[in-house]
Nanobody, 128 residues
């Protein structure tokens, strides 16, 4: 599976952005898809995760209620709708897929190491 993330940009605090992650290739070859982000000088952190099996989305506490992850199976595309953005949301956002993984509120799905396929990242800057 090849992933391409796009939709980042500069937005003011309180604003919104929608990120997209287009998948191509053998798109049936994953069990979970997630969004991660990495701020300058910080480790990559999980933002949200959806299992292919049931479509339930889970979110990090720092973004819950503001970010919504969804998918369009017909278009092989995942989305991350980001509302009420804060300066601390600034970073490079990556989409990633993993096999043999079921998303849950906690556990291995929140660690980058379990994901074997990554998009190139898209930069989100929240600043006035």
């Amino acid at each position: 599976v090849q992933l391409q993330a796009y939709g980042g940009g500069l937005v003011q605090p309180g604003g919104s952005l929608r990120l997209s992650c287009a998948a191509s290739g053998f798109t049936a070859d994953y069990d979970a898809v997630a969004w991660f982000r990495q701020a300058p000088g910080k480790e990559r952190e999980g933002v949200s995760c959806i299992s292919r099996s049931d479509g339930t989305a889970y979110y990090a506490k720092s973004v819950k209620g503001r970010l919504t992850m969804s998918r369009d199976n017909a278009k092989n595309t995942m989305y991350l709708q980001m509302n009420s953005l804060k300066p601390e949301d600034t970073g490079v956002y990556y989409c990633a897929t993993a096999r043999f993984l079921v998303c849950a509120p906690s556990g291995s799905g929140w660690y980058p190491v379990v994901y074997d396929n990554w998009g190139q990242g898209t930069l989100v800057t929240v600043s006035s």
